[in-house]
């Protein structure tokens, strides 16, 4: 027999009892009314697998890998071409080979390959956030963004309004709506997807025409820029121009050159979807806790002061130094998980769990964000706290579990860009609160802006509120700023 659940209706299942809002309190919910980790649900579409606890998803999502690797097809992402992303590719030859791609660039082994890149849009933020706070939600993005597009294309963004920028946004919220759950009647009835988009129940088809043109823009234009470069002799350097210069000396001429150019593409355009908007949310919530914990603001400035001081903005050789910014780090993770259910998988093959049927296909869903405020681990979990994570001695405490594997991910699937972000975190910590004092700032019409700690979205979910009350803590900070800006200029 299946796991506990809600009762399924016939024909519809539990479609009506999914959750739209916050769904990661209410897989909780079910988990303590049936009193189990593991719940079953039922949909028109494929049955789902909601794991609770840390134990259950090491056990089937880490330690059972070779079968719950998969991924949920989801017509619509096909349809506006979303399919390039080899985080939403089924388990296979041709996932594998698109990750592969991915590690020889981003490798785990070699976390400093990007880190210039990294310290000068961290650095340029505090410089807008200095001139302007009212945005700092925008700069933020903006940052996290020009570090992403930086590195893949080589190219430099500077404002939001850039045109390769307004894409991929664009593209992504397409992203976004495709794998709403039960969103799409083509999801149900796969054949509409044959139809003229014209016809009834052609909606579907009319939303991912809409999206299309965006998609294809974000995969191929800034790629066609740098192989074009390349072809002139003036490459710039860039993961995309290294990638074209291998395939240019292994398969230049021959027809594997497009097969593996098609798969170059794929992958920069899955690495800024899922680069960009999962780092920008942690950011964000960082400053938002900072906002509405001062004691914990004050806490991690001390460290800063004492360990670097005010002559200087921090370096990468600093970070070993400061464990309560690590500390800190844990906590934002933690406190508000970027992506609350994880990203699911789907099991390749039927399986059994405490005696329970876990049939093949379905979709296991990591309530990610119920391990991370199980009070068993983390006693008081809403509150942020990043001292849980402090021993005595005060070096970070190994016996108090890291919250970062459960946010990154789970067996083959595990996040292969969490180096990537776990430093763009981290300097984004240090800088901010070395230079600046965070509190919640004022709105547009100049009122006191009213902070809340909710967190809002699916698949990435972001704070809703968001400070802008950046102040540089005194003349000499301001002055950093300033020299670091002349410097990022000259
Ligand atoms: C705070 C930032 C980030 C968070 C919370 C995050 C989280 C995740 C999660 C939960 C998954 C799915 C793991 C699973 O299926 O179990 C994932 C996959 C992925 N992430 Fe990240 N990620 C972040 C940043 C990044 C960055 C900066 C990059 C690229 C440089 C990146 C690239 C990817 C890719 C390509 C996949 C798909 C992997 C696959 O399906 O094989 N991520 N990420």
């Known amino acids: 027999h299946y796991p506990p659940g809600p009762p399924p209706k016939p024909l519809i299942g539990n479609a009506l009892d999914m959750p739209k809002v916050r769904p990661w309190e209410k897989y909780r919910e079910w988990c303590r009314t049936y ?3 593991i719940i079953y649900l039922s949909l028109p579409t494929h049955p789902v697998i909601i794991v609770n606890t840390v134990k259950v998803a090491m056990e089937l999502l880490d330690k059972r890998s070779n079968i719950y690797s998969g991924r949920i097809r989801f017509y619509m992402v096909e349809m506006m ?25 981003f490798p785990p082994t070699d976390t400093d390959k990007y880190t210039d890149v990294q310290l000068r849009e961290i650095r340029r933020f505090l410089s807008h956030a200095l001139k302007s706070p009212q945005h700092t939600r925008k700069f933020i993005r ?31 919220e397409g992203l976004s709506i495709a794998v709403l759950p039960g969103g799409h009647l083509v999801e149900f009835f796969p054949i509409l997807r044959h139809f003229p988009s014209w016809l009834p129940g052609g909606g579907s088809k009319r939303v991912a025409e809409k999206y299309i043109p965006y998609v294809r ?77 001062p004691d914990v603001q004050r806490k991690a400035q ?32 933690r406190w508000m998980p970027v992506t609350p259910f994880g990203v699911p998988h789907c099991v390749t093959a039927d399986d059994m769990y405490e005696g329970y049927h876990i049939p093949k296909g379905a979709s296991v869903v990591p309530n990610v964000w119920a391990m991370l405020h199980n009070p068993e681990d983390y006693p008081d979990p809403e509150n942020f706290v990043p001292d849980r994570f402090i021993g005595k001695d005060g070096k970070i405490d190994s016996s108090v579990r890291d919250p970062t594997p459960l946010l990154f991910g ?66 000499a900070a301001a002055q950093l700023v300033h020299e670091s800006d002349l410097a990022l200029s000259a």
Request: aromatic share 8%; charged share 20%; net charge negative.
């Open 35 to 37: 009193n189990s980790d």
């Open 81 to 105: 071409s979303w399919d390039l992303h080899f985080g939403g590719m089924t388990y296979g030859a041709r996932w594998r080979a698109h990750r592969q791609l991915f590690h020889k660039h």
């Open 142 to 172: 903006q940052a996290i963004t020009a570090i992403i597009v930086k590195i893949l294309y080589g190219k430099q963004i500077d404002s939001m309004d850039d045109e390769y920028v307004v894409t991929a946004e664009k593209a992504t």
């Open 217 to 293: 823009n974000l995969r191929n234009k800034a790629f066609l820029e740098v192989k074009s470069a390349f072809g002139k002799g003036t490459p710039r350097p860039c993961v995309v121009s290294s990638m074209i210069e291998d395939i240019h000396a292994a398969h230049g001429g021959t027809a594997e050159e497009a097969v593996q150019e098609d798969m170059a593409m794929n992958v920069a355009g899955s690495t800024y979807t899922a680069g960009a908007d999962t780092t920008t949310s942690a950011a964000e919530s960082f400053v938002l806790a900072m906002a509405l914990y």
């Open 302 to 333: 001390a460290e800063l002061d004492r360990v670097i001081g005010s002559g200087r903005l921090p370096i990468w050789d600093d970070l070993d130094n400061l464990p309560y910014i690590r500390a800190t780090v844990m906590e934002t993770w």
């Open 410 to 475: 789970f067996g083959r699937r595990v996040c292969p860009g969490k180096h990537i972000a776990i430093k763009n975190l981290q300097m984004f910590i240090a800088s901010v609160l070395l230079v600046f004092d965070i509190s919640a700032g004022v709105d547009e019409d100049g009122k006191p802006n009213k902070l809340s700690a909710e967190l809002l979205g699916a698949m990435v979910a972001n704070p809703v509120t968001v400070p802008t009350g950046l102040k540089p803590r005194s003349a």
